[in-house]
Structure formats: structure tokens, C-alpha cells
């Protein structure tokens, strides 16, 4: 079981918006940076955000983050077929001292 | 632009100890403020966070595993390491090194399977 919850599944249309959602506590999400991460199929996980909303180089705009509290979200607009794969939401948790990571959603673009 | 490749065993026994190496190329382990880390993800399931090294030599791991991994670094290769003993087939999965920045890992390699088996 993980220390962050996620969906373990979304889906919407091409073209539509989806937000997955990372629940998690104070002694990770509450204080610490969220980061997301794309899983496509029989590849390694790709980092889409950092420091709970910023985008690294090349990331496309339809993808933004954000945290409140204790729960982050990522949400994706534009939906594309080539957006189908698993979304992991990670973080330091303080209390584990530890990297953590959520159980993984994924994403299906109908 | 750093790159990250894993190395080692494909197939180990139940009871021994897997080694992977990762190589670092387009930067040095010990320098800047990084943590260079291991993942692993079963097939078909989650990730799983291992531990990591800071490029001054500290090293955290995963509570549920700190008692049977070590990482340890080798900077005249630009190389880490991982070590995980006594393994059994949960720890059947693919193994990823990664470069960590501190609030996220941004750089990974592309895996290697290791399978545990008999």
C-alpha cells in the first residue's frame, strides 16, 4: 500500500481535460515538492512536473500541476491518444526519510 | 546531458545478492548537488523507491529494504551501485537508475530486468 494514493484509473476523450489526484499527508505532500512522472508503455518514466507545479524543458503546456494542503493534482488538457500511460505522483517523505511514490493512474484516452 | 546505464545480472538465485551498476556519462557523481538513485518496478506494478547516494557520499534507503541494500559510488568510474542480498522472487522486477535533483528525478536510465529464480 502506498504512502500516496492515487486512481488507479481515468479516462476521457480526445480533446477533453482529465486531473488525476495524489493524496498523501504532512510529512510528505504537506511539506515537501510534488513531482510527476509519464509512464508510456515499455519505457522508463519521463518527469512532466516539479516543484509541485513547474514544467521541465519540452514539456507541452496541456500539463500542469498543482498541491494544496495535503493532495496534489495533475491535470492534463487537449487529451491525446499519445497520452495514454501511467502517471506517477513521487515526493520526499520526512518522516520515512525516504523518496515515495504514489501507486500510479492509469490514463486512457477513449 | 547527462545519461544513465544500468549494468549487471539478468538472472540471480533466490538467497544471493543482486549487484547492478549504473554509468554516469556527461557528468560526475561527485560533483554538484545531486542524489543518484535506484527504482525498481515489478512487472505490472508500481515503483518503488530503493535509495539513493548524494554526490558527497550520504546515503538514505527505503526503510522496508535498508536492511539488506547498500548503494555505494565509485567516482575514478563515474559509477554507482546497488546491492540488495538475501533476495527472493518479489524482487523480480525492473531496476532503473536514476539522477535525483532533490525534489525530483529527472534523469533516468532505461532499466534492466532482473529475475530471481532458481
Known amino acids: 500500500q502506498s504512502v500516496l494514493t492515487q486512481p488507479p484509473s481515468v479516462s476521457a476523450a480526445p480533446g477533453q481535460k482529465v486531473t488525476i489526484s495524489c493524496s498523501g499527508s504532512?510529512?510528505?505532500?504537506?511539506?515537501?515538492?510534488v513531482s510527476w512522472y509519464q509512464q508510456l508503455p515499455g519505457t522508463a518514466p519521463k518527469l512532466l512536473i516539479y516543484?509541485?507545479?513547474k514544467r521541465p524543458s519540452g514539456i507541452p503546456d496541456r500539463f500542469s500541476g498543482s498541491k494544496s494542503g495535503t493532495s496534489a493534482t495533475l491535470d492534463i488538457t487537449g487529451l491525446q491518444t499519445g497520452d495514454e500511460a501511467d502517471y506517477y505522483c513521487?515526493?520526499?517523505?520526512?518522516?520515512?526519510?525516504?523518496?515515495?511514490f504514489g501507486g500510479g493512474t492509469k490514463l486512457t484516452v477513449l | 546531458q547527462v545519461q544513465l546505464q544500468e549494468s549487471g545480472p539478468g538472472l540471480v538465485k533466490p538467497s544471493q545478492t543482486l549487484s547492478l551498476t549504473c554509468t554516469v556519462s556527461?557528468?560526475?557523481?561527485?560533483?554538484?548537488?545531486?542524489?543518484w538513485t535506484w527504482i525498481r518496478q515489478p512487472a505490472g506494478k508500481g515503483l518503488e523507491w530503493i535509495g539513493r547516494?548524494?554526490?558527497?557520499?550520504?546515503?538514505s534507503y527505503n526503510p522496508s529494504l535498508k536492511s539488506r541494500v547498500t548503494i555505494s559510488g565509485d567516482t575514478s568510474k563515474n559509477q554507482f551501485s546497488l546491492k540488495l542480498s538475501s533476495v527472493t522472487a518479489t524482487d523480480t522486477a525492473v531496476y532503473y537508475c536514476?539522477?535525483?535533483?532533490?525534489?525530483?528525478?529527472?534523469?533516468w536510465g532505461q532499466g534492466t530486468l532482473v529475475t530471481v529464480s532458481s
Open positions: 513521487g515526493i520526499w517523505d520526512s518522516s520515512l526519510s525516504a523518496g515515495v
Open positions: 547516494i548524494h554526490s558527497s557520499g550520504s546515503t
Open positions: 504532512s510529512s510528505n505532500i504537506g511539506n515537501n515538492y
Open positions: 536514476a539522477r535525483d535533483w532533490g525534489r525530483a528525478v529527472a534523469t
Open positions: 556527461g557528468g560526475s557523481i561527485s560533483s554538484g548537488n545531486y542524489y
Open positions: 516543484d509541485n507545479s
